[in-house]
Every structure is written in structure tokens, then in C-alpha cells.
């Protein structure tokens, strides 16, 4: 390590941020007393809202995301026997979904540098059993939906999708959460949409959504997002494409300012080209220094105040007795070893910062290597 000064630690940039129009409605619900009810007119309001925003007919709100996905496939009807294929490198809650559903999971590879599902794995992986695809789009990166979709059409596939870190982008012009058979979202409080807790399942099936009742239903709602939830939610769905496109403009000056960083190779920018664009709930590297670890810059990073973190551990060490795996999954295991992740309230930050950013990203990679 060099002897380089320590940088400026940089300022916590707390989530979710103080919101004068949240403030207001949790002002009003304390006063007449709807903060207790079990719904109301802001869930109304809020499913109306996500139905129109996703494009999808029905919305039905939930507990968390990771519910919202086990809804989803029980609303599928997938069950034992039944092959699930999704990415080697996923949250963890989509593996134990699958599991929780009596399905088998089949692990197939991601694409290098998007994270995200490989479409062309996904093909060669799916087998007789295979009755549902469940994929992300994960840090910043995009399916490949428009092959995806045409792909499992022709052979009578589900297509599960979470959009749980993606709300409000868009893939080939339309948004994410439209393109699944059923779709999932995460109010969870990271998310850019955040409740504390919460999610919601999304799809244009009839049949989808009865099956969810009939699930959820145990005298009450037994995944219910209360109406509090529901309230928060309104003003940051209706301001969620203004602050994606600050988190963009962050996410495009902060690549040119670390463009030619040593060991750290960026997400490819779905924003240069097409009809796609990107959201930003994390935004990732790979750290590919051979002989310097990838904790090693993060505990600098994270003395410096950079709100960095490792990426998901992944599935691709699981034991086949769990699930079937299609290949070695090589670019899922670097993910699972190398992901930098940069959290996103920062790129909400003044531009200036964006700027003290870069920098402080850059002394902190020479002074580890």
C-alpha cells in the first residue's frame, strides 16, 4: 500500500430522504386515525397507480418482495416436479422461493457484464420440466426481454419478473414489471420505492391473481402491506421517474470520471443505445486486481465513507442434491467473487459531490494497489 494520505471521509447520505409530501400524509393519517385501518383509499389509490405505471391489469400488494415472488409462483401454479430456471448470481429469496413452492431450481449462467440472466443460457438449460423462467435485472443492468419473450411464448414458458431493483426503467420501450407474465416489486427500505417493508405482484392473468387469493386468504390478508405503507408509497411513485433520471445523470458523470480506473470494469451503459434505459438501485463494478483483494479495497473504501459493498453471494457453490446447474456458471461465480456495489442514495447527491466522489474513489484505488 502506498503512503498517500488518507481521502475526506465523504457525508452519510441517509434513505429514505426527508419528503415533505410524506411528512404531510403521515401528519393527516395521525390525526384521523387511518394509520390503523387494515385498507383504504391510499392501497386504492396505490394499485390504481401500479397498475398503470407497469402496464399490467391486476396489482396486488404484499408483505415484501420476497413474498411477492412466492405469490407469483403459487399464482403460476408451478409446484413439485416442476423445473424454475433462473441466474447463478440472484437474491437469495428467489432461490428459497422456488424451494418454498416444492420446485426445482436450475441454475443457469449470467451475461459478463450486465449481470442479469443470459438469455442464450436460458435456452440451452430449459428441459421438459422446465415450466417458468425467474429473472432480475439487477444492478443497474437489463434483460434481454424482446428475445426472452419471444423465446418463451414459442415453447409455453412463464415468465417470472423482478423488477425489484428496476422500477421505472425500460426495456426496449416498455417499462420493466410489464414484460412478465407476472412481475414482483420490493418496497423493502433500501428500494428505491421504500415502505420500511412491503411489495406487490403485477400480471395481466386472471387465473394468476385467483390463485394468489385463494393463497393469501386465512380469514384475513396473511401478506397484507398496510395502508400506512401504501400511503408513503403515492408521492414516491409519482416522483420516481424525475429522481431516476438524477440518479442517471449521477450514474453518466461518475463513469467518465472513473473510466480508466484500474481493476474496477464498470456495468456496460444500456443508456448509449436503443430504447432501453437503466435504473439505479445499486451500481456495480468488478474488482479485478490479481494480487489485491476485493475486501481489502472495500474496508478502504468504507473507512473513506464510500457506501460501497460486496454483491450477492450467489448460487453457483449450491449442492446439486438442491438444484440442477447448467454448465460451471464461470461469469456468475466472478460476480459472486468480484461485485463492488455503490448504493444509490449518493447519486441523489448535489452535483459537486458526484464530483468528491470520483475523486475520493480514485485515491482510494491508487493508495490499495
Not at 435485472?137 to 424482446?146: E, F, P, S, V
Amino acid at each position: 500500500m502506498s503512503d498517500l494520505p488518507k481521502p475526506p471521509r465523504l457525508p452519510v447520505f441517509s434513505w429514505p430522504r426527508p419528503d415533505e409530501r410524506v411528512a404531510a400524509i403521515l401528519a393527516e393519517m395521525a390525526a384521523n386515525g387511518g394509520w390503523g385501518k387494515y385498507d383504504g383509499p391510499y392501497s386504492e389509490r396505490l394499485v390504481v397507480a401500479l397498475q398503470e405505471k407497469f402496464k399490467q391489469r391486476f396489482a396486488w400488494l404484499c408483505s415484501s418482495g420476497t413474498v411477492a415472488v412466492e405469490l407469483a409462483l403459487r399464482g403460476l401454479a408451478i409446484q413439485s416436479d416442476d423445473e424454475v430456471l433462473l441466474a447463478g448470481y440472484d437474491f437469495a429469496g428467489n432461490f428459497r422461493a422456488i424451494e418454498a413452492v416444492g420446485a426445482r431450481p436450475v441454475l443457469v449462467d449470467i451475461e459478463p457484464h450486465s449481470w442479469c440472466i443470459s438469455v442464450d443460457e436460458v435456452k440451452a438449460a430449459a428441459g421438459p420440466a422446465t415450466r417458468c423462467v425467474l429473472f432480475s435485472h439487477l444492478h443497474g443492468g437489463l434483460t434481454r426481454m424482446t428475445e426472452l419473450r419471444r423465446w418463451a411464448d414459442e415453447r409455453g414458458i412463464a415468465l417470472l419478473e423482478d423488477a425489484c431493483q428496476a422500477p421505472g426503467a425500460t426495456v426496449d420501450g416498455r417499462p420493466t414489471g410489464s414484460w412478465g407474465d407476472v412481475s414482483v416489486l420490493s418496497f423493502g427500505g433500501s428500494k428505491l420505492l421504500s415502505a420500511g417493508r412491503g411489495g406487490a405482484v403485477l400480471t395481466s392473468r386472471p387465473e394468476v391473481l385467483q390463485r394468489i387469493k385463494i393463497f393469501v386468504e386465512r380469514g384475513n390478508n396473511a401478506f397484507p402491506l398496510s395502508e400506512l405503507q401504501a400511503a408513503v408509497l403515492g408521492p414516491q411513485l409519482e416522483h420516481l421517474d424525475a429522481a431516476n433520471e438524477l440518479r442517471r445523470a449521477a450514474v453518466r458523470r461518475l463513469r467518465a470520471l472513473t473510466s480508466d480506473l484500474p481493476s474496477l470494469t464498470p456495468l456496460a451503459d444500456v443508456d448509449s443505445s436503443g430504447d432501453s434505459r437503466a435504473v439505479y438501485y445499486k451500481f456495480p463494478w468488478l474488482w479485478t486486481h490479481e494480487s489485491v483483494s476485493r475486501e481489502k479495497f472495500l474496508a478502504a473504501a468504507q473507512r473513506c465513507g464510500l457506501p460501497v459493498d460486496a454483491g450477492f453471494r450467489g448460487f453457483a457453490g449450491r449442492s446439486t442434491r438442491r438444484c440442477r446447474k447448467h454448465g460451471e456458471l464461470p461469469h456468475s461465480l466472478r460476480a459472486a467473487m468480484s461485485t463492488v456495489l455503490l448504493h444509490h442514495p449518493v447519486l441523489l447527491a448535489e452535483p459537486s459531490w458526484i464530483e468528491v466522489l470520483g475523486d475520493v474513489l480514485r485515491e482510494v484505488v491508487v493508495e490499495v494497489v
